[in-house]
Each structure stands twice: as structure tokens, then as C-alpha cells.
């Protein structure tokens, strides 16, 4: 079977965790801040907070931007369910709106109507490595005072005219092991700005500046040194690996005529965290026939958020009919750095055979 996704953890990766195991400090260290530091560096923002998941980052990112009860949160249904949940953590309420056809992303021309005095934020999610509409969506925010966070979970260095994702606000990413690169779980958030960089240090450990002095309401979101080790030496390969997605992606692309493909862009950068088609009909049946075939497959993601029963019990009855009708349709090919040519061939083969 070709996975749809394979970690690739190399020898770097192995000494650096064992240099960690060995000096005795294990907990958050000097691996993270070296690791904040570097991941910084490569979105082009002042400051990276590392935390132990990019559901934490998230739910760190509003409650450090002040979200809480009584507001409300604009995102897309169509995502992980952590996108939305985090907006609940806090006491807010996500607000959603449906995505474009083409990009699968929040759609920007929908945003306004959805805005009221309530509304506090908006939460984009550059979904399978696409970026979203950054320019619209921050013109929208700037023009309401919204705050935007930025979900790009899976989006490590994808960008727009030359811009990283994560830098036109505060963005939040994960390194959950199919994610582009890993730390088997983590999450970092990245920002320019001074006071939610300052308030998310606090909000991971405990509300906690000086040793057992709680200046606010925190939690244990603490990423590891031997996680933030396994994360640095990944950083170092993530350009290699994100040129080698975007060429079997395009590999992909050109041979697939009789499928919807994925579309990017001019002047964006999508990163293929996955490569995701569309077929009509019969998709159980088709991914069925890929996967008897050797070829792995997922569906990201079968139920849209605002469908799920957690949400349905909720009281969420939108109608939001892209979403709906995207979700019955996408399949997930394998796209990762570790894929072989003659693995490549055997995608596109059993994809046209279908
Ligand atoms: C779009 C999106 N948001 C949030 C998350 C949450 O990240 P994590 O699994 O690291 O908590 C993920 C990862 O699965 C994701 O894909």
C-alpha cells in the first residue's frame, strides 16, 4: 500500500533526541526556544510560541487576542474539527461560512453578512496547504476591527505574493506526524505582536511569569525539548520537502485530465499537505477500487464541521451547501516527499482507471 502519509525521521532526528535524553533537561528548555527561534525566522514574524498541539496553539492564539464569552468567531466548516472547537474552548461561538468551489477555502464575498456586533474575529484555515484569500479577508477584518488568527495547521510555508501564511497575523500550526513536518504532536503560533506573543507564554504555562506567581488563568500547553529537537532538524528539511510535494503534485496534476485537481492561485504558494480530487458519483465505490489497488486514500473531511453531531447538539443548522456537497466528493491522494516515480505511475494509473 502507498499511505497517504509517510513521516520521515532520519538520523538527525534521532541524535537530537538523544542528546536531549542525555542531558537531563527534558520539559521546555533551550530545544524550544531554539526551535521558536528558527520557526520565527522562517515565517518572517518576531515571535514563535511553541505549544503542545495545534489544537492548543489555537485556543491559546484567541484566548491570548482576548476572545472569550459573549463573542463571535467567523471560520469555514470545512476543516479539522479543532479549527472550531478551539473557538468553543474559549466561550465564544463559531460562526460559519461556506467555502469557494475552487479553493475549498472560506469564502471572502460571504464574510460580511455574517458580521455582527458581536463578532470578534475571524479564523481562516489554509485547508490542504492552500492559502486563503489573505488580502481579502484581512481587508474585510481592518474595515469591521476584527481580529484575524490564522489556522495554518497545514500550511508550514505556504504563501502569498512572497508572504508566509502565519505572518499577516497571528498564525497557528501543528506538527502532528502527518502534518509536513513533526514533532509526533506540537504546535507553534507566530506573531508580530508584542502583547500576544507575551500573554500566549503565559497562557501555556499556568499564567505563570515568576516561579508559582499566577498573573492569569493558564494551562499546561508546554511543548517538549525532545519534541522541539525532533522539530529543528525537521525545520532544516522542510524547504527540500515542500519543493518535492509541490513537483509530485504537479506531476500529478498533469496527468489527471479526467478529475477535478486541485487549483492554485497566481502568486500563491500551496504547500500540498494533502492533494485532494473531486470525482462525481460514486466515491465510497472509488476509493474502494484505490485502495484494493494499493493506493491509500482519506477524506478530509467526510462531515462539515456545522454537521457533526457535537454541533448539531449544539443547535448549528446552517446550510451551507459548497461545504456539503465538497465534503461528498474529495479523496485524498498520496502527495509526500517520500513518494517514488514509479509510485507516482501507479497513482495516476489506478486514478485514470477509475
Ligand atoms: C486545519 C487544522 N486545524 C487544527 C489542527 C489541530 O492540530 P493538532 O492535531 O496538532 O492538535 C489540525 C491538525 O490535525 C488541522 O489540520
Redesign the pocket.
Known sequence: MIPIARPVIGEEEKQAVLAVLESGMLAQGQQVRAFEEAFAEYCGVKYAVATS??????HTALLAHGVGPGDEVITTPF??I??AN?ILFTGARPVFVDIEEDSYNINPTLIEEKITSRTKAILP?H?YGNPCDLEAIMTIADRHGLIVIE?A??AHGASVHGKKVGSFSTG?F???P??NITTA???MITTNDDGVAERARLIRQHGMRKRYYHEVLGYNFRLTDIQAAIGLAQLGKLPEWTAKRIANARYLTERLPNVVTPTVRDGYVHVFHQYTIRVNGDRDAAVEKLNAAGIGTAIYYPIPVHQQPVYRQLGYHDSLPVAERVSRQVISLPVHPALTLAELDRIVSEVNRL
Not at 53 to 58: D, F, R
Open positions: 498541539s495545534g489544537t492548543t496553539a489555537l476543516t479539522f479543532a479549527s478551539s484555515v485547508l489556522d495547521c497545514q497557528c501543528s506538527f502532528y502527518t502534518k504532536e506540537g504546535g
